[in-house]
């Protein structure tokens, strides 16, 4: 197998209204990854019913930047069913990751993580084991609804994993490809899909230190975004307890019209009904 820095890269960043924060993030990218990586890299960012220029500025950059395109929708199918559509791209790089719009992962602390990919299928960046770097502290109703959240997926899942939402991560091509029709949660609790995915799968995640700044513009509403991933966390481990997503089926009605309320965000119809058990 090539080392990481010479095997081809796709990066992918979702964005949602991002036109005052995504430039300088897709320059620092392209020009980093010119520089520093010598196989091939994609950056394609997935945007879906933006209400402002975004579209604009990536298509502006992408004019002086080759490796970058764009990739839209326009239902609101949030960040998670961005990545969905944009895993499929899988096919075109052997290693397949994602960052934030905003910049809180900077290109470095990214490719420290491509660079640890020949010791693991899935290498995520952490921002709460030893050696990780914070340069803004998210203000305490964030961090203790995170680590709440945090408590819940551990006692629920059982991966181990100290920071499943740190928004940079990448796998080999093979891990996506095996885990991808597993992947059907829209909202921010998508990361828990993927690793959980992957965890049952066999597959094996390493968890490294990364750098993180927490930006202003954040699109997450503390109360709503909240309860939404802790129902799609209950609804991922229910897909995985098959005695008690039989009995819960009835229910589908009432998880629908609870969706709704929290007007939380659904992924592109796949070629699986949602109510189908998991491969894995
Ligand atoms: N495509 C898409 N991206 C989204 C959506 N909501 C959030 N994002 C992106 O997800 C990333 C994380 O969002 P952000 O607001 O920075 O979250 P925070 O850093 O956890 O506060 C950013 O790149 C956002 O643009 C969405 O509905 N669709
Ligand atoms: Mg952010």
Redesign the pocket.
């Known amino acids: 197998m090539a080392p990481p820095d010479a095997q081809s890269l796709l990066l992918l960043?979702?964005?949602?209204?991002?036109e005052r924060r995504i430039e300088p993030v897709l320059r620092e990218y392209a020009t980093y990854f010119r520089d520093h990586h010598s196989g091939k890299f994609q950056l394609v960012v997935?945007?879906?019913?933006c209400r402002d220029n975004t579209l604009g500025v990536v298509n502006r950059v992408a004019a002086e930047f080759p490796a970058i395109s764009a990739l839209e929708f326009a239902e609101?199918?949030?960040?998670g069913?961005?990545l969905i559509e944009g895993l499929k791209l899988a096919l075109h790089a052997d290693l397949i990751g994602y960052v934030?719009?905003?910049g809180?992962t900077p290109p470095h602390a990214f490719h420290d993580l491509v660079r640890r990919t020949d010791q693991a299928d899935c290498v995520i960046g952490s921002r709460w084991i030893e050696g990780a770097v914070l340069h803004v502290e998210q203000s305490g109703k964030r961090q203790f609804a995170s680590r709440v959240f945090h408590f819940i997926v551990e006692c629920l899942f059982r991966m181990h994993i100290r920071d499943t939402?740190c928004?940079a991560k990448v796998m080999r091509r093979h891990a996506v490809e095996s885990i991808h029709s597993n992947l059907r949660i829209a909202d921010?609790a998508f990361d828990i899909n993927l690793l959980y995915s992957l965890h049952r799968a066999g597959f094996k995640i390493l968890e490294v230190p990364t750098e993180w700044t927490?930006?202003i513009?954040?699109?997450?509403t503390l109360f709503r975004t909240s309860l939404t991933m802790f129902l799609s966390a209950v609804r991922i481990w229910l897909v995985y307890s098959p005695r008690f997503y039989r009995l819960l089926r009835p229910l589908k009605p009432l998880e629908t019209w609870i969706y709704k309320k929290l007007r939380a965000?659904q992924p592109l119809p796949g070629p699986r009904d949602d109510s189908s058990k998991p491969k894995v």
């Open positions: 960043i979702p964005a949602y209204n991002e997935v945007l879906n019913g609101a199918i949030g960040k069913g961005a934030d719009a905003d809180a939402q928004g921010m927490d930006k513009g954040s699109k997450v965000p």
